[in-house]
């Protein structure tokens, strides 16, 4: 007899019983329609060959499933200490939500972190704190090549593409931005009416699609990017080179995602899947990718122009810096994403093992700046799991001059970390393009508690400064910021790594920089 067979013989059987109970009597009818449906779905479970639990276990298997199925809600709300959760433990993100809403993100009795633990890092303060000055300070953007410079805060909206966002979203998100004085980074997604809506200040970011600057054949349209860099809202462009949560991958969007709407944004066919390469067209080499960038400045009208990579071959960014010292040019910013960054989906692999984290990132790009005189002329941005006051101090000290967020923007948004992002099925209206759900996102709401998070943020970053008697991010100095090795010892940063002085690779590079100063080659990517 065939599986359907089987099926429909339970079912025949269990119609019987369903008759004979409301034969006898009327009360019995619910408990048979239960029999019969456990009865027909454990046939039907002893039948079919894709799960083995459920040919050994018919009914009783499914309850398995949906453990594993409601099992990332279970480990976050009833299992995980509230300092060890990850992506992002529950003491960080309840510092989110509470600032988001204004009210006090403050605990009592003390820290439930093992300070002793190895790999505990902290702050150090002074003996004579400063004032909190009133003014938040900014970061001046915009190097000797750049005619109109923008000045950066020094927390800011990381890059999430309209397609990935919903519409909800970008708008609360850049309502914010304009509310508050901060920059939004579109993402590679292209410029969207969400973006310019509100009228907050934009970075346009620029991936290998050349998403809302492309030709027909998927090639750089100089013509229209320097049409949409134009705009008033634009601040600054930015060409994405790789990113922290997969590196060296590019995108697939599916052909049933692209309406009419997305269409437009990104200069693609509705309806057609649109393939994102793992490389960009406009470059092959160091040199290349620095007159690109030139260029990127020029079409844009003397706007800062830079890159964002998360950083791999330190030989390679060597190639990089020598193509701006032969070229006579360099990037106004550097954006380095670490590979704790976020992404909306990403093979588990590349998540996990590769790139550089944030901290080595950051130290690897700082150094060969500084080591070939370029630092004073490209500022740096951090991006990757930033949401605190202490984040953001942390990252300064290791060498960078902002920084940017995006998951931590996502929760003043709402997100709970459901961990959806791919599946359209955002509870909260933040990452999906299904209008049902994103309706559940009020723009008037989010938009205030986006702009409350940063304010607090920074703030807190400012308050933390004055702590350590550091009146200014530039005063920030690596021995500010230890870590513990083991239970009995601590090196501060300035111990523990290596930092170049200025020019020091132009004039001799140490023995641990020598072998990749001397093979990086400005005409070749060389691993």
């Given amino acids: 007899m065939t599986r359907v067979g089987v099926v429909v013989v339970a079912l025949l059987a269990g119609l019987g019983a369903v008759v004979a109970a409301v034969w006898v009597s009327p009360w019995w009818w619910p408990a048979a329609v239960l029999l019969v449906w456990a009865g027909a779905l454990g046939a039907w479970d002893v039948v079919q060959r894709r799960h083995s639990v459920l040919r050994n276990y018919p009914v009783l298997g499914h309850a398995r499933f949906l453990l594993e199925r409601i099992r990332p809600e279970l480990q976050q709300y009833f299992i995980e200490r509230n300092f060890d959760g990850r992506p992002f433990d529950r003491d960080v993100r309840s510092i989110v939500y509470e600032r988001a809403k204004g009210t006090d993100a403050e605990q009592p009795y003390g820290t439930e972190r093992d300070v002793y633990r190895a790999g505990y890092e902290f702050l150090v303060p002074s003996m004579a704190p400063c004032a909190v000055p009133e003014e938040l300070p900014r970061v001046r953007v915009g190097g000797p090549d750049c005619s109109r410079p923008y000045d950066m805060a020094l927390l800011n909206v990381s890059a999430m593409s309209f397609g990935s966002l919903s519409s909800q979203a970008v708008l609360a998100l850049n309502g914010a931005a304009a509310a508050g004085g901060f920059a939004h980074d579109t993402g590679e997604g292209g410029l969207s009416e969400y ?114 990579l998360c950083v791999g071959s330190r030989r390679q960014f060597l190639a990089v810096c020598k193509a701006m010292l032969e070229e006579g040019t360099a990037p106004d910013f550097i954006v380095v994403d670490g590979a704790e960054g976020g992404t909306g989906a990403a093979p588990l692999e590349f998540a996990d093992h590769v790139g550089a984290p944030l901290t080595e990132g950051l130290l690897t790009v700082h150094n060969a700046l500084v080591g070939t005189g370029l630092r004073d002329r490209v500022r740096i941005g951090a991006s990757g799991k930033i949401a605190t006051g202490t984040d953001l101090v942390k990252r300064m000290v290791q060498g960078a001059d902002y920084g940017n967020a995006a998951r931590a923007m996502m929760f003043a948004l709402g997100c709970i970390q459901a961990q959806r992002c791919h599946t359209n099925t955002c509870p909260t209206g933040v990452t999906t393009q299904d209008p049902r759900r994103a309706r559940a996102l009020d723009v008037r709401d989010k938009t205030p508690r986006v702009q409350r998070f940063q304010e607090a943020t920074v703030a807190s970053a400012v308050q933390i400064m004055a702590a350590m008697g550091v009146t200014d991010p530039a005063q920030l100095r690596p021995h500010l910021l230890r870590r513990r090795i083991d239970p009995c010892t601590e090196r501060s940063y300035e111990e523990l790594y290596e930092w170049l002085a200025p020019g020091q690779l132009l004039d001799e590079a140490p023995a641990s920089w020598a072998a990749d100063w001397k093979a990086a080659n400005p005409d070749h990517f060389t691993v």
């Avoid at 349209?221 to 134009?230: R, S």
């Avoid at 008033?232 to 697939?252: F, N, R, T, W, Y």
């Avoid at 260029?295 to 800062?304: A, D, I, N, W, Y």
């Fill in 195 to 308: 973006h310019l809506q509100p009228g907050g200040d934009l970075i346009w970011e620029i991936g290998t699609g050349y998403f809302g600057c492309r030709t027909d054949g998927g090639d750089f349209d100089a013509a229209e990017f320097a049409d949409k860099a134009a705009h008033d809202h634009v601040k600054c462009v930015s060409l994405k080179l790789s990113q922290g949560a997969k590196p060296g991958i590019g995108g697939v969007l599916p052909g049933a995602k692209v309406d009419a709407q997305i269409a437009r944004v990104r200069d693609v066919p509705v309806g057609r899947t649109v393939i994102s390469p793992p490389y960009h067209r406009v470059f092959a080499t160091p040199r290349e990718l620095v007159r690109f960038v030139a260029r990127m400045r020029e079409l844009s009208g003397g706007k800062p122009a830079g890159f964002k």
